[in-house]
């Protein structure tokens, strides 16, 4: 499952202090996964076993990677000089980055920006699958080291993918969605 929280989303930092409620987005910042990971399970009021952080410039040569993703866009996207009009389009890792980061000229703001980083997240995960990028994972995790972070072990990632990888075709993508402040 893969559940996006507004990054502005009011919710109470898990520490010890109690009552510290800032931006959902802060919890990284003041303890990094750990404390991201506590923060969300209590926001969601449901455990979270494993988490997984992926830097930008890792999402940028994961596509690359991969060979690219294929998207349909219903709106223009242009932000670092990465210009994607309306239609259909093979995009390579900057463009992906570009495509997942704008958020300004979406008429949904952070909901469509959500939207467009599932849609990069679910094809790189079905592209991944394939055995020419199976067979090289442990090479591509030492590859990508700082910029990919989890609480799995490396036996229990080759784990998932030996057990799991045919599934990734289904997987299932929600956001919370809320009201301004």
């Given at each position: ?134 067979m090289n994972i442990g090479d591509l995790m030492t590859k990508f080291?700082?910029?990919?972070s989890t609480d799995f072990t490396a036996d229990q990632v080759k ?15 929600s956001q919370l969605l809320g009201k301004t402040a």
């Amino acid at each position: 499952m893969v559940y996006s929280i507004p990054r502005d989303s009011l919710a109470e930092m898990a520490d010890d202090h109690g009552g510290n409620i800032q931006k959902i987005n802060a919890a990284y910042e003041i303890g990094k996964a750990k404390m991201a990971k506590k923060t969300v399970s209590q926001f969601l009021g449901r455990p979270i076993d494993y988490s997984v952080t992926v830097d930008m410039g890792a999402l940028k040569e994961l596509v690359d990677f991969v060979g690219g993703i294929t998207i349909d866009t219903v709106i223009d996207v242009n932000l670092n000089g990465q210009v994607i009009p309306q239609g259909h389009h093979h995009l390579n890792g900057d463009q992906a980055l570009a495509y997942s980061r704008m958020r300004y000229q979406d008429p949904r703001g952070d909901y469509g920006r959500q939207l467009r980083q599932q849609e990069v997240l679910k094809q790189v995960a079905q592209k991944i699958q394939k055995p020419k990028y199976l067979m090289n994972i442990g090479d591509l995790m030492t590859k990508f080291g700082q910029k990919i972070s989890t609480d799995f072990t490396a036996d229990q990632v080759k784990q998932l993918i030996r057990n799991y990888h045919q599934s990734s075709g289904e997987i299932v993508s929600s956001q919370l969605l809320g009201k301004t402040a």
